[in-house]
């Protein structure tokens, strides 16, 4: 059997073979995220991931793009890891990239020769979810993390060479916090200055934690006028050297997408159309708000 209960994976790796070598995540304690509730978190051991291995390569023996979940999968041991990776580019002859997900913690747990030598077994991409840069909202939303242990962890994953993909929340810091939160999460991603900088928005999953602080009224969801002036105050203090920026998944009501440094005013002149020149008429509808 492939996977236990619902998987999860980064929009662009839509197209990758997904195995699962952990089952949860060890976190799941963030209040905006159900993703792993209903999963007791656990490493699988290495005979089963063999076995799904096997099971996968019978199925899809020409997979190209591998994606190792669940929702931390970079917390298994290294030595373990280099396993699964030599394992699979021995098992898929086309296989050229392997993406996995890393929170901070785990990050921080390994040293960047650990994370290099993962690279040099074949690991790719790091997908860490940095949701905010600020302190205040980090700890409401459980992340377990500072920034500066977020920065701490980004800058290991750029430092090993390998790909760094991190995902912010727009909205996450509500109408109160909404500059804080764009000024503050400009300063870690600038100083991470990971190679993809993703903006997701907000989204209202019913059985989240953070509903609470909604309907106690502490967090007022933005609207999305609101949401695109807090991208346009995120990229006008981003400060990196090379990166792709998106906001371009189902969550955002108005699809962008950059190179930053190089194509910033253009990116700010496409926010203007709609926030100064009233082109209202570009933006997603609403339907998609509630889980
Ligand atoms: S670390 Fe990621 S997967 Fe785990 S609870 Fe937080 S957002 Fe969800």
């Known amino acids: 059997m492939f996977y236990e209960g619902a998987i999860y994976r980064p929009p662009s790796e839509a197209g990758s073979l997904i195995l699962q070598i952990t089952v949860g995540c060890r976190h799941n304690a ?22 799904i291995i096997a099971e996968a390569r019978a199925y899809y023996p020409q997979a190209q793009r591998i994606f190792l979940a669940d929702g931390d999968a970079l ?3 290294t030595a373990v890891l280099i396993k699964v990776l030599d394992k699979l580019y021995q098992n898929f002859p086309r296989l050229n990239k392997v993406g996995i997900y890393g929170g901070p913690k785990d990050i921080l747990r390994k040293s960047v020769e650990e994370l290099k030598e993962l690279k040099d077994h074949g690991l790719n991409i790091v997908y860490l979810g940095v949701e905010s840069g600020s ?33 912010v929340i727009i909205g996450l810091g509500g109408k109160a916090h909404s500059r804080e939160h764009a000024i503050e999460t400009a300063k870690v991603a600038s ?9 997701l928005t907000l989204l209202i999953d019913q059985d989240a ?8 009224g ?6 999305p006028l609101e949401c695109l002036r807090e991208i ?36 700010l002149s496409q926010i203007d159309d709609v926030l100064e020149r009233n082109q209202t008429e570009r933006l997603r509808p609403e339907t998609w708000r509630a889980l």
């Open 30 to 51: 963030c209040t905006f995220c159900t993703m792993f509730k209903d999963k007791r978190f656990r490493i699988k051991t290495y005979e089963e991931i063999e076995q």
């Open 75 to 77: 917390t298994v041991d």
């Open 135 to 167: 302190a205040r909202i980090l700890k409401a939303v459980h992340k377990g993390v500072t920034p500066e242990e977020m920065i701490a962890a980004g800058q290991k994953v750029m430092a090993s060479g390998l790909l760094l993909s991190c995902t």
């Open 191 to 199: 100083a991470i200055n990971p190679h993809y900088l993703a903006g």
């Open 209 to 216: 934690l953070i509903m609470g602080s909604i309907q106690r």
């Open 218 to 223: 502490e967090l007022e969801i933005l609207s």
């Open 232 to 267: 346009k105050t995120l990229v006008e203090h981003l400060e990196v050297t090379d990166c792709i920026f998106r906001c371009n998944h189902a969550s955002n009501y108005l699809p962008l997408k950059a190179t930053l440094p190089k194509e910033k005013e253009k990116l």
